[in-house]
DNA sequence: TTACTTTCTGACCAAATGGTCAACTATGGA
DNA sequence: TCCATAGTTGACCATTTGGTCAGAAAGTAA
């Protein structure tokens, strides 16, 4: 790796830049984020800043579009053949990955959804909404097989999908709450078997 | 009822107020909030609003523990000697109203848990962990005698309050996903249903 | 009516907002 | 070396921010 050292900078500033936003939208959301904090967190000048991402506008698109690559890179295929017990535990575990690697992005996800997902209406009723049912047509056909109780296939993943999330979205009341400092790798491997056993009890899924 | 003018007045701005304010600052959180904003949803002038509540600040207070009471309000009592599947179904049922009659302020409680929850510190580390610990305790002791399986309490309410939550913090992309204009109350009834079904088939309880 | 309190609001303020720009300093290839 | 390109930044701008305040308006009680 002998870069330029231009190009080095850029990349360093860039990824800065990245982490520091996303820690910043995270925390206030789209509005209640000011460059110059970015520019703080970043050790970089306000100008700087806005010189590598042109507006606060496209530096927070951006982190939209990077976070549902993340989104997208986990949600794997899914077949009627497959095995429910199987597919719906390594779905949470992937969930839960996401979660626990990217909770900054995980917040910001959130904060735009609460805010009434303004930049994402596109993406929630396109791409997702079609992956939702892709997953629901064959969860019913393991309804139908006998194979889990037939229970309505879209809460099943919202209930996935909040349980999960809900750690990064709310880590400062689950810290207070569980009197930590922060979850170890051992409390996501806790939560992670805990969610699976129950979840996957829960909807009749032998294993 | 025949009251004073004056106060008569006064009790109907503060209401529109307070129901503005929740709305602008379960969107943008606090920072994103602006006072002008919240006046004008309130149908008020800037400076009506601040001689009403004194500051931005205050009435975001005000609004928590309005939310707090509310929650607080749903929190009962708990023995060994209840009914686990009695217990545990009232709980979200409770819950999952709270996020039916309130969302705003679920959001509002969301925006402030996503933003560190600066002004709730306290309240999560007092009452609030007192509350989880003494149910803890009785989950504890159910699993003991069989009427439950030895599942981690703690991480059991965390998933009810995450499932029950989800659907006031992430309306829009459940309303995306699912393709309505809004959830109504059978929409409720039925996802109510599926959790009280899931989850207490998961924790292994009869009822 | 009069006297007094409460409610209301436009004008105003210092500070912060997102963004522009001209001037400056590297950097890297010729 | 020289030059073009890229990176860097403080000064600056119009607008918005939370908040103050003087005084107008309206209600209340005698």
């Given at each position: 790796?002998?870069?330029?050292e231009?190009?080095?900078?850029?990349?360093?500033n860039?990824?800065?830049?990245l982490?520091?936003?996303?820690?910043?939208?995270?925390?206030h959301?789209?509005?209640?984020?000011?460059?110059?904090?970015?520019a703080e967190?970043?050790?970089l000048p306000?100008s700087n800043?806005?010189?590598y991402?042109?507006?606060?506008?496209r530096?927070?698109v951006a982190?939209?579009?990077?976070?549902?690559?993340?989104w997208?890179?986990?949600?794997?295929?899914?077949?009627?053949?497959d095995?429910?017990?199987?597919?719906?535990?390594?779905?949470?575990?992937?969930?839960?990955?996401l979660?626990?690697?990217?909770?900054?992005?995980?917040r910001?996800?959130?904060a735009?959804?609460?805010?009434?997902?303004p930049?994402l209406?596109?993406?929630?009723h396109?791409?997702l909404?079609?992956w939702?049912?892709?997953?629901?047509?064959?969860?019913r056909?393991?309804?139908?097989?006998?194979?889990?109780?037939?229970?309505?296939p879209v809460?099943?993943?919202?209930?996935i999908?909040?349980?999960?999330?809900?750690?990064?979205?709310?880590?400062?009341?689950?810290?207070a709450?569980?009197?930590r400092?922060?979850?170890?790798?051992s409390?996501?491997?806790?939560?992670t078997d805990?969610?699976c056993?129950?979840?996957?009890?829960?909807?009749?899924i032998?294993r």
């Open positions: 790796m002998n870069m330029p231009s190009t080095r900078a850029r990349t360093r860039e990824k800065a830049i982490e520091a936003a996303e820690q910043v939208f995270a925390r959301g789209y509005r209640g984020a000011s460059v110059q904090a970015i967190a970043a050790g306000k800043v806005l010189y991402v042109g507006s606060k506008r530096l927070y982190l939209l579009e990077r976070m549902m690559e993340r997208n890179a986990m949600l794997d295929d899914i077949r009627v053949e095995d429910p017990a199987e597919v719906i535990e390594a779905f949470i575990r992937s969930k839960m990955q979660t626990q690697t990217h909770p900054q992005g995980s910001l996800f959130a735009e959804i609460l805010g009434g997902a930049f209406q596109e993406y929630l396109g791409e909404r079609d939702v049912e892709e997953r629901a047509r064959v969860f056909q393991w309804a139908e097989r006998g194979q889990m109780d037939p229970i309505d809460w099943l993943i919202f209930l999908w909040s349980a999960t999330q809900h750690y990064a979205d709310f880590e400062a009341q689950v810290v709450i569980t009197d400092e922060a979850l170890d790798d409390d996501y491997q806790d939560i805990f969610l056993q129950v979840i996957l009890k829960g909807c009749g032998r």
